[in-house]
Every structure is written in C-alpha cells, then in structure tokens.
C-alpha cells in the first residue's frame, strides 16, 4: 500500500487517519479539519475530499474468506463466504464437500465479480492454499495479497456464530 503515497506532502499515517475516520464516523470534511488540526496538523477540507475520494476504494478493499459447515434439511454442507472489512457479504456459495475444487471456484467467481483485493485474509486450510496458489500462477491474484492469519479472520469466524445461531433457532 505504501506505493500510491509516494510523492504525497502529508505521509501514510496521516493520510490512512484522515481516510479512515471520514469512512467510519462519517463526519463532515470540515469537522475533520478540526480534528486534524487539534493534532497539529493543517490540511484543507478539499484536500480531504481528494483523499477520500483516492484512498478510500483501496482501504475498502480487503477481504476475509472462510468457509463453515451448516445442516441444510439434514445434510451436511459447508458455506463458503466472503466479507470485507464492513462485515458485510460480499458473496457466499453452499457446497457438498470442503475441498479444492470448492475453494478455487468459489475464489474465481468472486474475483471475476469484484476484481482484485488490496488484501485476501484466510486460514490456513491446505485446499484454500493450494486454490490461491493456483490463481496466482494463472495471473487472477499478485504475490503477496494473501495473508494467512486466523487472528486477522475473527470478524468472519465471529459471523459464523450468528449464522449457526439461526440455524439452531429454525430447526427447533
């Protein structure tokens, strides 16, 4: 990410501050002048228009995949979902076995329907790194977009609790 502040008067950290508290508290550009300035930093309110409008589709892109094993009319299947750094779904795909072929096609489809991730966060399941490996060589993912990390995956394996939940609640 430190590529598209090269060249920028203010550095990353003040940027990705100013970016990320509009995204999240949505306050108004000239609230967050005030803000900023507290800090000891001076900025223009049109400044921050531009850097939201630059940076906030590259912060947004991160997503986190996982997948979960539900009963469906007695049967076992797992769901495969994909959310972003909202939490909120941005595909998901119910299939009869956990394996390869299920996490490559499940991956392809949701890059062809949101192009490429600034960041893929998944667990370290064996057939989910061998599909993104796959990908890479074939040019759909670049190097070093995919972190495997099962503390950075909480908000996905947190999620998966409501959803078998409701599960519970509507087979009773």
Not at 76 to 86: E, F, G, K, T
């Amino acid at each position: 990410m430190t590529d598209h502040f090269k060249g920028r008067q203010f550095n990353q950290s003040v940027i990705t501050f100013a970016v990320g508290y509009y995204l999240r508290y949505n306050i108004s550009y000239r609230d967050l002048v005030e803000m900023m300035r507290d800090r000891g930093i001076f900025v223009h309110h049109t400044t921050l228009m531009r850097w939201v409008q630059h940076y906030s589709p590259i912060m947004r892109a991160l997503w986190r995949m996982d997948e979960t094993y539900i009963k469906i009319k007695g049967q076992w299947n797992y769901l495969y979902r994909a959310i972003d750094d909202q939490g909120l779904t941005l595909d998901f795909q119910l299939r009869k076995k956990r394996d390869f072929n299920s996490d490559y096609h499940f991956l392809k489809r949701l890059l062809k329907t949101y192009g490429l991730p600034h960041r893929l966060v998944t667990d370290q399941y064996g057939a989910t790194l061998k599909a993104i490996k796959k990908l890479t060589r074939e040019g759909c993912l670049h190097k070093g977009v995919h972190q495997c990390s099962k503390y950075r995956n909480n908000l996905i394996e947190q999620d998966h609790r409501f959803i078998k939940r409701q599960q519970v609640r509507s087979s009773s």
